[in-house]
């Protein structure tokens, strides 16, 4: 049974950097991909970073050159390091995992692609 289990998220000012961390257990399998969503209060939840079929990183346009995924396959651990916070990066942060590498790259934001889904971590930016 596949496992996700969040860290890292905490308060931070504007400004201010955060490292979230994703593991997880329940599969050897290094095909298995990661990705960061989020919801802020009042939304729909939202792809964040992901990462496609060839290990590209892919972002969504309002945290591109902020944020940094990254995934670990020994650890099974996927990392999405935040810096510049803002005020809209305030959210619940949840890590999802599909289980096949392949996908197409118009699809990687895309959480029907995704199987498996942590609890959420939540990350408040204040000013």
């Known amino acids: 049974q596949v496992q996700l289990v969040e860290s890292g998220g905490g308060s931070v000012q504007a400004g201010g950097s955060l490292t979230l961390a994703c593991a997880g257990s329940?599969?050897?399998?290094?095909?298995?991909?990661m990705a960061w969503f989020r919801r802020a209060p009042g939304q729909e939840r939202e792809g964040v970073a992901g990462i496609g079929s060839q290990g590209a990183p892919k972002y969504a346009d309002s945290v591109k050159g902020r944020f940094t995924i990254s995934q670990d396959n020994a650890k099974n651990t996927v990392y999405l390091q935040m810096n510049s916070l803002k005020l809209e990066d305030t959210a619940m942060y949840f890590c999802?995992?599909?289980?096949?590498?392949?996908?197409?790259?118009?699809?990687?934001?895309?959480?029907?692609?995704?199987?498996?889904w942590g609890q959420g971590t939540q990350v408040t930016v204040s000013s």
């Open positions: 999802a995992a599909r289980g096949s590498r392949l996908v197409l790259w118009s699809r990687v934001l895309d959480e029907a692609e995704y199987k498996y």
């Open positions: 329940g599969y050897s399998d290094n095909s298995i991909c």
